[in-house]
């Protein structure tokens, strides 16, 4: 495996920050490193956007129910207030954002919701993402079930 040089990693600032500010605070680098102040359809944030699926159907920190699943400005937010972790997440914006997007997905656990997003459960937010790139679900065959051997919907 290469190694990832240093300037190419960019950390979420997690200490010494409220969540809101380190929310805002990696927003900017990545406004930065980007290039401009907003997304554009023709040119991706992310070369590729790696994603587990939660048993809930959530992705990164996008969790069924939260405010944040509305969000259509922000690239970055801090989620969770009121619950004892804080978390700070790339926003849809920012997820739909990728050349290439792939799903890794593991266990039986996992097979219940994996059916109801790729037969295009919308209610939940792996259902919600818009990738403009392609879309790629790598799943074991405990949480694939009847998917095995079948093209899933893109």
């Known amino acids: 495996i290469a190694p990832v040089p240093l300037d190419h990693v960019h950390r979420v600032p997690t200490t010494g920050v409220d969540p809101d500010g380190a929310a805002a605070a990696y927003e900017n680098e990545l406004k930065k490193l980007y290039g401009a102040p907003e997304l554009k359809p023709e040119r991706a944030l992310l070369d590729l956007c790696l994603l587990g699926l939660g048993d809930d159907g959530h992705i990164a920190s996008l969790i069924p129910g939260e405010p944040v699943l509305e969000e259509r400005n922000k ?3 801090a989620v969770g207030h009121g619950r004892p972790e804080v ?15 792939a799903f890794l997905v593991q266990g039986e656990s996992k097979r219940a919701i994996l059916d109801r997003v790729l037969s295009g459960d919308e209610s939940v937010p792996a259902g919600m993402l818009r990738p403009q790139g392609e879309l790629f679900w790598l799943a074991d065959t405990a949480a694939a079930g009847k998917w095995i051997g079948s093209s899933a919907p893109a």
């Not at 926003?91 to 990728?98: H, I, Q, V």
């Open 75 to 77: 690239w970055v937010a």
């Open 87 to 101: 978390r700070i997440t790339l926003t849809f914006p920012a997820l739909d954002s990728s050349s290439t997007t």
